[in-house]
């Protein structure tokens, strides 16, 4: 059990504090000239975050349970501080007192990726290591609404003249709403709908989506690493929304995993 702990703890961590860092660095670069202050204070946590990725990678599966426990805790506190931070900056923008070159939907949005990775971090030192069907409900929405946003963002950062792949990204943006609107309808059918045979057609249905999200990300990606495509989309921005989707992926794949171990022990 300690172990898993570790493992689990490690992994979300190593992925969790890379996609922070970038949040920085990302938010960094909508800042514009004048605003000093908030550049300084990005850049304090692209530090804090890359310091956190750097510790984590010298942790081990075999490291102290207690030790590990404690770091989550860290990275909790660090996380709760950049989400203060991004919150902020959405404040600022909507309250017009400042214009930057990010999206307030995209503020939002890692925001809530902070804000998920927080409730991460408390729920593994509670013990809770395995995907509950709540959880599983839950985090299909959360993940949903991210793919949506990527499909926008992406739409909307691309060169006006690159009219087949915005008419792509708008149809992944169309298709992910409705699989969202699906989520949240099934959200409100509980307990009823925490059927493993339910849960898992909700996974299967979600799956071909992201994959051919993925997919899409991923060429994306490739073209603009070759300077063949037409954007303002930085080279990290796409990697970074192609290991978003990866993680989707696999975190389907456990949760489905999960499904299956429950229904076998309902069976003996």
């Given at each position: 059990m300690s172990n898993l702990f570790v493992e689990r703890s490690l992994e979300e961590i190593r992925f969790w504090s890379r996609i922070m860092k970038e949040h920085a660095l990302f938010l960094r670069l909508g800042f514009t000239v004048d605003q000093p202050k908030l550049v300084?204070?990005?850049?304090?946590?692209?530090?804090v975050f890359e310091n956190i990725e750097?510790?984590?990678?010298?942790?081990t599966s075999d490291s102290d349970r207690e030790q590990i426990a404690r770091f989550n805790m860290e990275v909790y506190q660090a996380t709760t501080h950049i989400w203060a931070f991004k919150r902020k900056?959405?404040?600022?923008?909507?309250?017009?007192?400042?214009?930057?070159?990010?999206?307030?939907?995209?503020?939002?949005?890692?925001?809530?990726?902070?804000?998920?990775?927080?409730?991460?971090?408390?729920?593994?030192?509670?013990?809770?290591?395995?995907?509950?069907?709540?959880?599983?409900?839950?985090?299909?929405?959360?993940?949903?609404?991210?793919?949506?946003?990527?499909?926008?963002?992406?739409?909307?950062?691309?060169?006006?003249?690159?009219?087949?792949?915005?008419?792509?990204?708008?149809?992944?943006?169309?298709?992910?709403?409705?699989?969202?609107?699906?989520?949240?309808?099934?959200?409100?059918?509980?307990?009823?709908?925490?059927t493993g045979p339910m849960l898992t057609r909700f996974i299967e249905e979600n799956r071909p989506a992201v994959q051919s999200l993925r997919d899409f990300k991923q060429t994306a990606r490739?073209?603009?690493?070759?300077?063949?495509?037409?954007?303002?989309?930085?080279?990290?921005?796409?990697?970074?929304?192609?290991?978003?989707?990866?993680?989707f992926l696999e975190l389907l794949d456990r949760f489905e995993a999960s499904l299956t171990a429950g229904s076998n022990s309902l069976l003996k």
């Amino acid at each position: 059990m300690s172990n898993l702990f570790v493992e689990r703890s490690l992994e979300e961590i190593r992925f969790w504090s890379r996609i922070m860092k970038e949040h920085a660095l990302f938010l960094r670069l909508g800042f514009t000239v004048d605003q000093p202050k908030l550049v300084q204070e990005a850049d304090h946590f692209y530090n804090v975050f890359e310091n956190i990725e750097e510790r984590a990678a010298a942790f081990t599966s075999d490291s102290d349970r207690e030790q590990i426990a404690r770091f989550n805790m860290e990275v909790y506190q660090a996380t709760t501080h950049i989400w203060a931070f991004k919150r902020k900056v959405l404040g600022l923008i909507l309250s017009c007192q400042i214009i930057t070159n990010n999206y307030p939907l995209l503020v939002d949005h890692v925001s809530r990726e902070a804000a998920y990775f927080m409730n991460r971090l408390e729920q593994l030192n509670k013990g809770i290591l395995e995907p509950l069907p709540d959880a599983i409900i839950n985090e299909n929405v959360f993940f949903l609404r991210l793919m949506a946003d990527h499909a926008k963002f992406i739409a909307h950062l691309l060169d006006p003249s690159e009219r087949n792949l915005i008419a792509d990204a708008n149809d992944f943006s169309y298709q992910f709403d409705q699989l969202l609107f699906q989520a949240v309808d099934l959200e409100s059918m509980r307990p009823e709908s925490q059927t493993g045979p339910m849960l898992t057609r909700f996974i299967e249905e979600n799956r071909p989506a992201v994959q051919s999200l993925r997919d899409f990300k991923q060429t994306a990606r490739e073209l603009i690493e070759e300077c063949r495509l037409r954007s303002n989309i930085h080279p990290l921005l796409a990697d970074h929304t192609f290991r978003e989707a990866n993680r989707f992926l696999e975190l389907l794949d456990r949760f489905e995993a999960s499904l299956t171990a429950g229904s076998n022990s309902l069976l003996k």
